[in-house]
């Protein structure tokens, strides 16, 4: 697939006002339900002990195998391990062949879909039937699953009511119980004339030869209990060890898939079942590899195998919202998917797929199996750039962003060659191929005089304690007013902050692009230049970059073998901070003292990486109270803005719908400022108002902390 031709999927699923209803819905009603499932459970406990369970299972595997396959056939099944797609097709194809099998029945299966099974067996004269109702549909419909566990989530009412219609060749209303109905009358006989079901199973037992399947409609127990020959498709994954490692799964997938505390039908198949008739059933167990021993056997993927195909990790992601799977995936969906699908052998597809994660991490609070998806997908990219090497202009990128001299004087001349578009503080248009990049937000000029120029004219007492500032790209080169504000606070609280001037980009955009090389030589340009101040602590405003400092440095440089610097980058991590917790500490030990005044009521966008990687949420909107602001809470505030660092200048036509609903969500608050603790984020929300021409002030949690100091309220803006 080309660049071009994904840009038009991805233009086409943003123009369907269905697909846009549909996945915005489910949505916003997710997180409502799930959480309601969990009361009363400790979450964190139980998928603590499934990534256990599952991380186990997938350091031993050839023994799980050895134990289920003995298991399961003394209690009369047959098993077989199977290495690839094409091999299990091959069985499949070739066992109903020779049992005369002319009618197949099939509940919901994505290992079958993974293997492009209903391909295969209707190529070779078999009539396959999915019986799930949404997988039904797909297959009516002549499409693939758009995600894991709800496969026609993306089609209306009124579309599966003209996929029925032409099915049974009568118009049929827009009535859900009737279409069901229909659904019910039309699949009944495929059970009754089956002579194979097909199944998956979401748990296999190894040590009493269990299948586990968890389903809603029922359709599952008929299949596999029917016809006289089932087939199960069972990927090496879902192997545990004991019966007892049931339960965690149990409580967990429904309560993440679906919200629902249990699902209406949870079958456990031990050993062949007797036909209706009395005579033995034939059960068939197909264990599927298809690269799974290779991923058990990577030390970084082996994580992915934790994975319980919840599908958890879509309902919460904001790009699947906009795109949906058939964008975001292939076989298998989203942020998972996309590392399912690199290992699975569709690695062309998952060049771009892979690109749509935006990194904001909201998949990993909330996965059963604790899987860093958005880290393996970094490494994905890593893995591309290292067997293909990095496109040219972003190679030729990166050469300058690695010379900081260079980088930094192309910063200072670029804002001279601005001036004919700046206006305001803004450049709202730019010429010719660069117009997109300001299409539905105002980007920040360029300062006339960087951060770096203006600290040195920053009066400061000598502080008893001191922090050297991190100021980034943005906060030096953009907006060196919000590092001003930085100084004043912290010098408020008695911290005498310094500015290594030899700091320069933090690698996180050659990162999270995979080009690890260039992120460990900004990692070791900046481990000098910080080590050398006897600091306290290395404070940030922004939390990209603090996550950078804290955790990045030292996995960027034990990838790319620099392991001397480890040591180094840890010594650094034990000192950053971010500006927010820095400053909740000086209030908490007396240092800094904010006088509590009546001011205007605010709301509090949390940045991705300040919340979910940093854990830090609470504490500005703290200080904020302290103040004397009202924080008026936004729906969906910690919901990513659609910055994402580069990421708005790759995907723009994403970025914009992203943009368009958080800025809907503040203003629908009434407060006439929103805060928040990201440069990133000012940039992409000042920008998307002032494109709007709103009144809807937008700023860093620094910039009205020194006003509260400085007691100068603003007067507040109208809403």
């Given at each position: ?418 001036k004919p578009f700046e206006k305001d503080g803004f450049v709202r248009h730019l010429p010719f191929f660069l117009s997109g990049l300001a299409d539905f937000r105002s980007l920040p000029a360029i300062a006339d005089r960087p951060f770096r ?50 700091q320069t980009c933090c690698g996180a955009p050659a990162r999270y692009s995979g080009a690890y090389e260039v992120a460990a030589q900004n990692a070791i340009d900046n481990l000098e230049a910080l080590l050398a101040e006897d600091a306290d ?183």
């Amino acid at each position: 697939m080309t660049t071009m031709t994904f840009h038009k999927e991805i233009a086409e699923a943003l123009g369907n006002p269905d697909l846009a209803g549909a996945l915005g819905r489910f949505y916003e009603a997710y997180p409502v339900s799930r959480a309601k499932a969990y009361q009363g459970i400790d979450f964190e406990a139980v998928r603590t002990r499934i990534a256990e369970v599952k991380g186990d299972a997938a350091g031993r595997l050839p023994e799980l195998v050895a134990r289920f396959t003995k298991e399961a056939e003394a209690r009369g099944a047959r098993v077989v391990l199977l290495k690839s797609p094409e091999e299990v097709r091959r069985y499949i194809v070739g066992l109903a062949r020779e049992k005369g099998v002319k009618k197949v029945a099939k509940s919901k299966s994505m290992a079958s879909e993974e293997v492009h099974l209903n391909k295969a067996l209707l190529e070779a004269g078999i009539d396959v039937k999915e019986t799930d109702l949404g997988e039904w549909i797909i297959q009516l419909a002549g499409q693939r699953p758009s995600h894991m566990v709800m496969p026609a989530i993306h089609l209306t009412k009124e579309d599966v009511a003209e996929i029925f219609s032409k099915e049974v060749g009568e118009r049929l209303a827009t009535d859900i119980p009737r279409l069901v109905k229909v659904a019910r009358k039309e699949l009944r006989p495929a059970f009754l004339e089956a002579d194979m079901g097909i199944s998956g199973a979401n748990i296999a037992v190894a040590e009493t030869g269990t299948l586990v399947l968890v389903t809603n409609e029922g359709n599952a127990r008929l299949v596999t209990t029917l016809p006289r020959i089932h087939v199960a498709i069972v990927g090496l994954e879902k192997l545990v060890p004991a019966f007892a490692d049931v339960v965690p799964i149990l409580t967990a997938l429904p309560r993440s898939a679906t919200g629902q505390l249990m699902t209406s039908y949870v079958s456990m198949i031990t050993g062949a079942a007797p036909n209706t008739d009395g005579t033995p059933k034939e059960l068939h167990v197909v264990l599927m590899d298809h690269r799974r021993t290779e991923m058990a056997a990577d030390p970084v993927f082996k994580e992915a195998l934790q994975c319980i195909r919840c599908a958890s990790c879509l309902n919460v992601c904001p790009v699947y919202r906009h795109v949906g799977g058939h964008v975001f995936g292939d076989v298998y969906t989203g942020g998972i998917g996309t590392i399912l699908t690199a290992w699975t052998g569709a690695m062309e597809r998952s060049k771009e797929i892979q690109g749509l994660c935006i990194q904001c991490g909201n998949c990993v609070g909330v996965c059963p199996g604790k899987i860093d998806i958005p880290e393996l997908i970094v490494e994905v990219r890593r893995r591309q750039v290292k067997d293909k090497g990095q496109p040219f202009v972003q190679k030729a990128i990166f050469k300058v962003v690695n010379n900081r001299r260079l980088f930094h004087t192309m910063l200072r001349s670029a804002s001279l060659a601005q001036k004919p578009f700046e206006k305001d503080g803004f450049v709202r248009h730019l010429p010719f191929f660069l117009s997109g990049l300001a299409d539905f937000r105002s980007l920040p000029a360029i300062a006339d005089r960087p951060f770096r120029d203006t600290f040195k004219e920053i009066p400061q007492k000598k502080g008893t304690r001191k922090a050297a500032f991190y100021a980034g790209c943005l906060i030096d080169f953009a907006y060196p007013g919000m590092g001003e504000d930085v100084v004043k606070v912290l010098n408020a609280g008695g911290v005498e902050v310094t500015f290594p001037e030899a700091q320069t980009c933090c690698g996180a955009p050659a990162r999270y692009s995979g080009a690890y090389e260039v992120a460990a030589q900004n990692a070791i340009d900046n481990l000098e230049a910080l080590l050398a101040e006897d600091a306290d602590w290395v404070v940030s405003a922004c939390p990209t970059c603090t996550t950078a400092l804290a955790h990045e440095f030292a996995r960027s440089l034990r990838s790319t073998g620099k392991t001397e610097w480890v040591a180094k980058a840890e010594a650094l991590a034990s000192k950053v901070i971010d500006f927010s917790s820095l400053v909740s500490k000086l209030v908490e030990d007396g240092s800094l003292k904010i006088d509590s005044k009546k001011l205007p009521p605010v709301t509090y966008h949390d940045s991705c990486h300040l919340k979910r990687t940093l854990h830090v949420s609470e504490e500005p909107r703290a200080l904020l109270r302290k103040a004397g602001h009202e924080v008026v809470e936004m729906k969906e505030s910690d919901t990513c803005c659609g910055m994402g660092g580069s990421y708005s200048l790759k995907f723009p036509e994403i970025s914009k719908p992203i943009l368009q609903k958080k800025l809907a969500n503040i203003r629908d608050t009434k407060a006439g400022t929103a805060v928040m603790d990201c440069p990133g984020c000012v940039m992409q929300i000042r920008g998307g108002f002032d494109k709007k021409e709103s009144p809807v002030e937008v700023q860093h949690i620094a910039r009205l902390l020194a006003r509260a100091l400085a007691e100068e309220p603003p007067a507040a803006p109208e809403s």
